[in-house]
Protein backbone atom coordinates (compact mmCIF):
# COMPACT_ATOMS: atom_id res chain seq x y z
CA UNK A 1 0.00 0.00 0.00
CA UNK A 2 1.49 3.26 -0.76
CA UNK A 3 2.26 5.51 2.64
CA UNK A 4 1.45 9.58 2.40
CA UNK A 5 5.37 10.10 2.34
CA UNK A 6 5.71 7.80 -0.66
CA UNK A 7 3.07 9.53 -2.00
CA UNK A 8 4.53 12.98 -1.54
CA UNK A 9 7.68 11.59 -3.33
CA UNK A 10 5.47 10.07 -6.16
CA UNK A 11 3.69 13.42 -6.96
CA UNK A 12 6.12 16.15 -8.08
CA UNK A 13 4.10 19.16 -6.37
CA UNK A 14 5.84 21.77 -7.99
CA UNK A 15 5.30 20.44 -11.56
CA UNK A 16 1.74 19.73 -11.44
CA UNK A 17 0.69 22.34 -8.78
CA UNK A 18 -0.72 24.24 -11.87
CA UNK A 19 -3.01 21.66 -13.52
CA UNK A 20 -3.79 20.66 -10.10
CA UNK A 21 -5.40 24.02 -9.13
CA UNK A 22 -6.64 24.42 -13.02
CA UNK A 23 -8.69 21.05 -12.73
CA UNK A 24 -9.82 21.78 -9.14
CA UNK A 25 -10.83 24.92 -9.87
CA UNK A 26 -12.54 24.31 -13.21
CA UNK A 27 -14.67 21.30 -12.19
CA UNK A 28 -16.23 22.71 -9.11
CA UNK A 29 -16.92 25.93 -11.35
CA UNK A 30 -18.47 23.30 -13.96
CA UNK A 31 -20.59 21.17 -11.59
CA UNK A 32 -21.78 23.99 -9.55
CA UNK A 33 -22.53 26.40 -12.63
CA UNK A 34 -24.72 23.55 -13.71
CA UNK A 35 -26.46 23.33 -10.43
CA UNK A 36 -27.20 26.85 -10.21
CA UNK A 37 -28.63 27.80 -13.60
CA UNK A 38 -30.99 24.39 -13.49
CA UNK A 39 -31.80 26.41 -9.95
CA UNK A 40 -32.36 29.70 -11.57
CA UNK A 41 -34.81 28.07 -14.68
CA UNK A 42 -37.15 26.21 -11.77
CA UNK A 43 -37.65 29.68 -10.22
CA UNK A 44 -38.64 31.71 -13.37
CA UNK A 45 -41.91 31.61 -14.94
CA UNK A 46 -41.33 29.56 -17.63
CA UNK A 47 -43.25 27.23 -19.59
CA UNK A 48 -41.91 24.01 -20.38
CA UNK A 49 -40.81 24.61 -24.43
CA UNK A 50 -39.15 28.05 -23.03
CA UNK A 51 -37.15 26.12 -20.81
CA UNK A 52 -36.18 23.34 -22.84
CA UNK A 53 -35.20 25.89 -25.31
CA UNK A 54 -32.68 27.54 -22.77
CA UNK A 55 -31.36 24.05 -22.26
CA UNK A 56 -30.97 23.08 -25.86
CA UNK A 57 -28.86 26.06 -26.18
CA UNK A 58 -26.78 25.75 -22.74
CA UNK A 59 -25.68 22.07 -24.39
CA UNK A 60 -25.55 23.33 -27.74
CA UNK A 61 -23.03 25.66 -26.37
CA UNK A 62 -20.64 22.98 -24.82
CA UNK A 63 -21.29 20.67 -27.82
CA UNK A 64 -19.95 23.08 -31.01
CA UNK A 65 -17.26 24.91 -28.74
CA UNK A 66 -15.67 21.81 -27.14
CA UNK A 67 -15.16 20.75 -30.55
CA UNK A 68 -14.03 24.29 -31.68
CA UNK A 69 -11.57 24.37 -28.54
CA UNK A 70 -10.33 20.92 -29.18
CA UNK A 71 -8.90 22.42 -32.57
CA UNK A 72 -8.11 26.02 -31.85
CA UNK A 73 -7.04 26.03 -28.09
CA UNK A 74 -3.85 23.28 -28.54
CA UNK A 75 -2.31 26.41 -30.86
CA UNK A 76 -1.27 28.75 -27.74
CA UNK A 77 -2.59 26.04 -25.08
CA UNK A 78 -2.03 28.21 -22.16
CA UNK A 79 -2.84 31.57 -23.20
CA UNK A 80 -6.08 30.65 -24.11
CA UNK A 81 -6.32 28.95 -20.69
CA UNK A 82 -5.99 32.29 -19.31
CA UNK A 83 -8.59 33.52 -20.90
CA UNK A 84 -10.88 30.84 -20.52
CA UNK A 85 -10.88 30.83 -17.09
CA UNK A 86 -11.88 34.48 -16.70
CA UNK A 87 -14.44 34.38 -19.40
CA UNK A 88 -16.22 31.43 -17.06
CA UNK A 89 -16.03 34.48 -14.27
CA UNK A 90 -17.95 36.60 -16.65
CA UNK A 91 -20.26 33.78 -17.66
CA UNK A 92 -20.85 33.17 -14.07
CA UNK A 93 -21.64 36.10 -12.94
CA UNK A 94 -24.13 36.92 -15.42
CA UNK A 95 -26.21 34.33 -14.27
CA UNK A 96 -28.08 37.42 -12.77
CA UNK A 97 -29.28 38.78 -15.34
CA UNK A 98 -31.75 36.14 -16.53
CA UNK A 99 -35.30 36.89 -16.27
CA UNK A 100 -38.41 35.57 -17.63
CA UNK A 101 -39.33 38.50 -19.56
CA UNK A 102 -36.84 38.24 -22.33
CA UNK A 103 -36.52 34.60 -23.90
CA UNK A 104 -33.81 35.62 -26.95
CA UNK A 105 -31.20 37.20 -24.70
CA UNK A 106 -31.68 33.86 -22.30
CA UNK A 107 -31.14 31.69 -25.29
CA UNK A 108 -28.15 34.10 -25.79
CA UNK A 109 -26.64 33.50 -22.36
CA UNK A 110 -27.40 30.04 -22.53
CA UNK A 111 -25.45 29.34 -25.33
CA UNK A 112 -22.46 31.49 -24.00
CA UNK A 113 -22.78 29.91 -20.43
CA UNK A 114 -22.57 26.49 -22.36
CA UNK A 115 -19.49 27.62 -24.46
CA UNK A 116 -17.40 28.92 -21.53
CA UNK A 117 -17.67 25.33 -20.39
CA UNK A 118 -17.08 23.17 -23.55
CA UNK A 119 -14.63 25.40 -25.23
CA UNK A 120 -11.92 25.10 -22.51
CA UNK A 121 -12.47 21.46 -20.98
CA UNK A 122 -10.15 19.51 -23.38
CA UNK A 123 -7.54 21.66 -23.05
CA UNK A 124 -7.84 22.21 -19.31
CA UNK A 125 -7.25 18.21 -19.17
CA UNK A 126 -4.68 17.94 -21.72
CA UNK A 127 -3.11 20.13 -19.69
CA UNK A 128 -3.15 18.03 -16.44
CA UNK A 129 -2.42 15.10 -18.72
CA UNK A 130 0.66 16.52 -20.45
CA UNK A 131 1.81 17.65 -16.76
CA UNK A 132 1.25 13.92 -15.09
CA UNK A 133 3.50 11.02 -15.85
CA UNK A 134 1.33 7.67 -17.02
CA UNK A 135 2.63 6.41 -13.22
CA UNK A 136 0.86 8.60 -11.12
CA UNK A 137 -1.51 10.39 -13.31
CA UNK A 138 -4.43 8.42 -11.11
CA UNK A 139 -3.08 8.86 -7.71
CA UNK A 140 -3.10 12.97 -8.87
CA UNK A 141 -6.29 13.04 -10.26
CA UNK A 142 -7.65 11.22 -7.50
CA UNK A 143 -6.44 13.95 -5.13
CA UNK A 144 -8.33 16.53 -7.36
CA UNK A 145 -11.81 14.77 -7.26
CA UNK A 146 -11.50 14.30 -3.50
CA UNK A 147 -11.05 18.23 -3.41
CA UNK A 148 -13.76 18.45 -5.49
CA UNK A 149 -16.34 16.44 -3.60
CA UNK A 150 -15.45 18.39 -0.44
CA UNK A 151 -15.67 21.89 -2.40
CA UNK A 152 -18.98 21.40 -3.98
CA UNK A 153 -20.87 20.69 -0.68
CA UNK A 154 -19.13 23.99 0.79
CA UNK A 155 -20.58 26.10 -2.25
CA UNK A 156 -23.63 24.12 -1.90
CA UNK A 157 -23.91 24.79 2.01
CA UNK A 158 -23.39 28.66 1.19
CA UNK A 159 -26.94 28.44 -1.47
CA UNK A 160 -28.81 26.61 1.00
CA UNK A 161 -27.37 29.24 4.04
CA UNK A 162 -27.34 32.39 2.27
CA UNK A 163 -29.16 32.29 -1.03
CA UNK A 164 -28.26 31.71 -4.99
CA UNK A 165 -26.93 35.25 -6.03
CA UNK A 166 -24.95 35.05 -3.37
CA UNK A 167 -23.42 31.91 -4.39
CA UNK A 168 -23.27 32.83 -7.71
CA UNK A 169 -21.32 36.01 -6.32
CA UNK A 170 -19.05 33.65 -4.47
CA UNK A 171 -18.53 31.28 -7.29
CA UNK A 172 -17.65 34.12 -9.81
CA UNK A 173 -15.03 34.99 -6.90
CA UNK A 174 -13.48 30.99 -6.80
CA UNK A 175 -13.42 31.46 -10.95
CA UNK A 176 -11.41 34.57 -10.25
CA UNK A 177 -9.00 33.21 -7.83
CA UNK A 178 -8.44 29.96 -10.09
CA UNK A 179 -7.18 32.20 -12.82
CA UNK A 180 -4.79 34.65 -11.14
CA UNK A 181 -3.27 31.61 -9.31
CA UNK A 182 -2.76 29.44 -12.59
CA UNK A 183 -1.57 32.74 -13.71
CA UNK A 184 1.02 33.58 -11.42
CA UNK A 185 2.33 29.20 -11.50
CA UNK A 186 2.39 29.01 -14.68
CA UNK A 187 4.43 32.85 -15.63
CA UNK A 188 7.90 30.75 -15.90
CA UNK A 189 6.43 27.80 -17.44
CA UNK A 190 8.04 26.72 -21.16
CA UNK A 191 5.97 25.98 -23.83
CA UNK A 192 5.43 22.41 -24.38
CA UNK A 193 6.84 20.39 -27.82
CA UNK A 194 4.07 20.86 -30.66
CA UNK A 195 2.78 16.71 -30.91
CA UNK A 196 0.66 14.99 -33.47
CA UNK A 197 -3.29 15.79 -33.20
CA UNK A 198 -5.31 12.71 -35.09
CA UNK A 199 -8.55 13.37 -36.40
CA UNK A 200 -11.76 12.26 -35.05
CA UNK A 201 -12.03 9.89 -38.06
CA UNK A 202 -8.94 8.35 -36.92
CA UNK A 203 -9.84 8.03 -33.38
CA UNK A 204 -13.53 6.70 -33.86
CA UNK A 205 -11.51 4.19 -35.46
CA UNK A 206 -9.02 2.95 -33.13
CA UNK A 207 -10.20 -0.40 -31.36
CA UNK A 208 -8.87 1.16 -27.94
CA UNK A 209 -10.84 3.83 -27.81
CA UNK A 210 -13.80 2.61 -28.75
CA UNK A 211 -14.06 -0.31 -26.36
CA UNK A 212 -13.80 2.47 -23.58
CA UNK A 213 -16.18 4.93 -25.33
CA UNK A 214 -18.98 2.56 -25.47
CA UNK A 215 -19.24 1.43 -22.06
CA UNK A 216 -18.67 5.24 -20.81
CA UNK A 217 -21.75 6.23 -23.27
CA UNK A 218 -23.69 3.41 -21.70
CA UNK A 219 -23.34 4.33 -18.50
CA UNK A 220 -23.39 8.23 -19.06
CA UNK A 221 -27.03 7.70 -20.68
CA UNK A 222 -28.07 5.22 -17.62
CA UNK A 223 -27.30 6.80 -15.04
CA UNK A 224 -28.93 10.16 -15.74
CA UNK A 225 -32.02 8.84 -17.72
CA UNK A 226 -32.36 7.17 -14.21
CA UNK A 227 -32.42 10.41 -12.25
CA UNK A 228 -35.73 11.63 -12.90
CA UNK A 229 -36.86 8.33 -11.97
CA UNK A 230 -35.07 8.13 -9.08
CA UNK A 231 -36.57 11.51 -8.16
CA UNK A 232 -40.46 9.94 -8.42
CA UNK A 233 -39.16 6.98 -6.01
CA UNK A 234 -37.63 8.55 -3.11
CA UNK A 235 -39.39 12.43 -3.54
CA UNK A 236 -37.49 15.49 -4.95
CA UNK A 237 -36.30 16.71 -1.60
CA UNK A 238 -34.70 13.52 -0.45
CA UNK A 239 -33.43 12.83 -3.65
CA UNK A 240 -30.98 15.81 -3.95
CA UNK A 241 -30.15 14.96 -0.31
CA UNK A 242 -28.65 12.10 -1.76
CA UNK A 243 -26.64 13.62 -4.33
CA UNK A 244 -25.11 15.72 -2.34
CA UNK A 245 -24.34 13.52 0.08
CA UNK A 246 -23.02 10.97 -2.12
CA UNK A 247 -19.74 13.88 -2.75
CA UNK A 248 -18.81 13.24 0.46
CA UNK A 249 -18.51 8.70 -0.91
CA UNK A 250 -17.07 10.15 -4.05
CA UNK A 251 -14.31 12.33 -2.52
CA UNK A 252 -13.40 9.43 -0.52
CA UNK A 253 -12.79 7.06 -2.80
CA UNK A 254 -11.79 9.22 -6.03
CA UNK A 255 -8.38 9.45 -4.07
CA UNK A 256 -8.10 5.55 -3.06
CA UNK A 257 -9.69 5.02 -6.92
CA UNK A 258 -6.50 6.62 -8.51
CA UNK A 259 -3.93 5.25 -6.23
CA UNK A 260 -4.91 1.94 -6.92
CA UNK A 261 -5.49 2.73 -10.71
CA UNK A 262 -1.43 3.41 -10.45
CA UNK A 263 -0.81 0.02 -8.82
CA UNK A 264 -3.59 -2.36 -10.39
CA UNK A 265 -4.12 -0.59 -13.49
CA UNK A 266 -7.57 1.44 -14.99
CA UNK A 267 -9.22 -1.35 -16.03
CA UNK A 268 -9.83 -3.51 -13.24
CA UNK A 269 -11.25 0.18 -11.22
CA UNK A 270 -13.64 0.48 -13.85
CA UNK A 271 -15.00 -2.65 -14.30
CA UNK A 272 -15.11 -2.46 -10.41
CA UNK A 273 -17.36 0.70 -10.95
CA UNK A 274 -19.50 -1.17 -13.38
CA UNK A 275 -20.11 -4.10 -11.50
CA UNK A 276 -20.90 -2.22 -8.26
CA UNK A 277 -23.13 0.31 -10.14
CA UNK A 278 -25.08 -3.14 -11.88
CA UNK A 279 -25.93 -4.54 -8.31
CA UNK A 280 -26.32 -1.00 -6.93
CA UNK A 281 -29.77 -1.32 -9.65
CA UNK A 282 -30.37 -4.92 -9.51
CA UNK A 283 -31.15 -4.05 -6.12
CA UNK A 284 -33.27 -1.45 -6.79
CA UNK A 285 -35.35 -3.24 -9.20
CA UNK A 286 -36.28 -5.58 -6.12
CA UNK A 287 -36.40 -3.14 -3.54
CA UNK A 288 -37.17 0.62 -4.81
CA UNK A 289 -38.64 2.76 -1.88
CA UNK A 290 -37.40 1.24 0.68
CA UNK A 291 -34.75 3.17 3.12
CA UNK A 292 -32.27 0.34 3.18
CA UNK A 293 -32.27 0.67 -0.72
CA UNK A 294 -31.83 4.37 -0.66
CA UNK A 295 -28.95 3.99 1.87
CA UNK A 296 -26.98 1.23 -0.11
CA UNK A 297 -28.26 3.16 -3.46
CA UNK A 298 -25.87 6.37 -1.90
CA UNK A 299 -23.10 4.79 -1.16
CA UNK A 300 -22.20 2.76 -3.83
CA UNK A 301 -23.42 5.36 -6.23
CA UNK A 302 -21.08 7.84 -4.05
CA UNK A 303 -17.89 5.36 -4.24
CA UNK A 304 -18.46 4.80 -7.94
CA UNK A 305 -18.58 8.14 -9.09
CA UNK A 306 -15.34 8.62 -7.02
CA UNK A 307 -13.76 6.35 -8.31
CA UNK A 308 -15.31 7.00 -12.82
CA UNK A 309 -14.29 10.74 -11.92
CA UNK A 310 -10.58 9.94 -11.23
CA UNK A 311 -10.19 7.30 -13.48
CA UNK A 312 -12.51 7.25 -16.12
CA UNK A 313 -13.43 10.97 -16.66
CA UNK A 314 -9.54 12.45 -16.04
CA UNK A 315 -6.98 9.45 -16.56
CA UNK A 316 -8.30 7.03 -19.38
CA UNK A 317 -8.04 9.15 -22.32
CA UNK A 318 -4.86 10.87 -21.21
CA UNK A 319 -3.40 7.71 -20.99
CA UNK A 320 -5.13 6.77 -24.65
CA UNK A 321 -3.44 9.85 -26.17
CA UNK A 322 -0.17 9.25 -24.97
CA UNK A 323 2.59 10.46 -27.36
CA UNK A 324 -0.06 12.08 -28.91
CA UNK A 325 -2.15 16.09 -28.90
CA UNK A 326 -4.89 15.43 -26.19
CA UNK A 327 -7.43 17.50 -26.56
CA UNK A 328 -9.86 15.31 -28.94
CA UNK A 329 -9.55 12.12 -26.85
CA UNK A 330 -10.77 14.34 -24.25
CA UNK A 331 -13.45 15.91 -26.14
CA UNK A 332 -14.66 11.94 -27.04
CA UNK A 333 -14.41 11.05 -23.79
CA UNK A 334 -15.85 14.80 -21.55
CA UNK A 335 -18.67 15.66 -23.99
CA UNK A 336 -20.80 12.10 -23.02
CA UNK A 337 -20.62 13.19 -19.28
CA UNK A 338 -21.15 16.64 -20.02
CA UNK A 339 -24.39 16.04 -22.02
CA UNK A 340 -25.86 13.49 -20.41
CA UNK A 341 -27.91 15.77 -18.09
CA UNK A 342 -30.00 17.02 -21.29
CA UNK A 343 -31.34 13.17 -20.95
CA UNK A 344 -32.86 13.45 -17.63
CA UNK A 345 -34.57 16.80 -19.03
CA UNK A 346 -36.17 14.60 -21.94
CA UNK A 347 -37.04 11.63 -20.05
CA UNK A 348 -38.76 14.10 -16.97
CA UNK A 349 -42.12 14.34 -19.11
CA UNK A 350 -42.10 10.58 -19.32
CA UNK A 351 -41.91 9.55 -15.94
CA UNK A 352 -45.36 8.74 -14.86
CA UNK A 353 -45.78 6.26 -17.64
CA UNK A 354 -42.08 4.46 -16.83
CA UNK A 355 -42.26 1.46 -14.28
CA UNK A 356 -39.33 2.23 -12.21
CA UNK A 357 -38.98 -1.71 -11.52
CA UNK A 358 -39.07 -2.25 -14.97
CA UNK A 359 -36.17 1.02 -15.54
CA UNK A 360 -33.72 0.04 -12.77
CA UNK A 361 -33.54 -4.07 -14.43
CA UNK A 362 -33.11 -2.57 -17.69
CA UNK A 363 -30.01 -0.77 -16.00
CA UNK A 364 -28.75 -3.32 -14.24
CA UNK A 365 -28.78 -5.11 -17.39
CA UNK A 366 -27.06 -2.62 -19.66
CA UNK A 367 -24.43 -1.65 -16.84
CA UNK A 368 -23.36 -5.10 -16.64
CA UNK A 369 -23.38 -5.73 -20.64
CA UNK A 370 -21.12 -2.71 -20.70
CA UNK A 371 -18.76 -5.01 -19.24
CA UNK A 372 -17.98 -7.19 -21.70
CA UNK A 373 -16.12 -4.89 -24.12
CA UNK A 374 -14.15 -2.86 -21.46
CA UNK A 375 -12.60 -6.95 -20.60
CA UNK A 376 -11.36 -7.17 -24.09
CA UNK A 377 -10.36 -3.54 -23.59
CA UNK A 378 -6.16 -3.03 -23.12
CA UNK A 379 -4.79 -1.88 -19.84
CA UNK A 380 -3.73 2.20 -20.37
CA UNK A 381 -1.27 1.71 -17.47
CA UNK A 382 2.24 0.42 -18.96
CA UNK A 383 2.93 -3.55 -18.16
CA UNK A 384 5.98 -2.55 -17.71
CA UNK A 385 4.78 -0.16 -14.73
CA UNK A 386 2.50 -2.99 -13.50
CA UNK A 387 5.25 -5.54 -13.17
CA UNK A 388 7.84 -3.33 -11.27
CA UNK A 389 5.10 -2.49 -8.78
CA UNK A 390 4.34 -5.95 -8.38
CA UNK A 391 8.20 -6.82 -7.67
CA UNK A 392 8.40 -4.09 -5.61
CA UNK A 393 5.37 -5.23 -3.54
CA UNK A 394 7.15 -8.91 -3.28
CA UNK A 395 10.54 -7.90 -1.67
CA UNK A 396 8.46 -5.26 0.54
CA UNK A 397 6.60 -8.27 1.50
CA UNK A 398 9.61 -10.87 1.78
CA UNK A 399 11.97 -7.86 4.05
CA UNK A 400 8.72 -7.78 6.24
CA UNK A 401 8.58 -12.09 6.82
CA UNK A 402 12.67 -11.95 6.87
CA UNK A 403 12.57 -9.07 9.64
CA UNK A 404 9.33 -10.59 11.38
CA UNK A 405 11.80 -14.05 11.95
CA UNK A 406 14.69 -12.46 12.49
Known sequence: MISLRSLREKVAWRATAPSILLLLNSFVWIVLTYIIFNTILDELNLLDTEK???????????????????????????????????????????????????????????????????????????????????????????????????????????????????????????????????????????????????????????????????????????????????????????????????????????????IMADIVGRKRIVITGFVMLGIEYAIMSVSAGSHGALYLFMILDGITWGLFFSVFLTVIWGDLGEGFEKEKYYTLGGLPFLLSNFVSILVKPYVSVISPTAAFSFASFFLFLAVIPLMYAPETLPEKTLKERELKSYIEKAKKIKEKFT
Not at 66 to 93: C, D, H, N, Q
Not at 98 to 115: E, K, Q, R, V
Not at 222 to 227: G, L, P
Request: net charge positive.
Open 52 to 258: LCLFIMYFLGILTCGIMGSKFFPRERVKFLYLWLFMGAIATLLLITISSNDILTNALFALFLGASIGIGYPSCLSYFADSTSIENRGSIGGIIWSGVGFIVLFFVFLVYVFGTWEAIVSLTAWRIFGGFCFLFLTRHKKKLDVQKSPSYLELIRKRDVLLYLFPWIMFSIINFSEIPILERVFGTETFTFVQFAEYVFAGIFASVGG
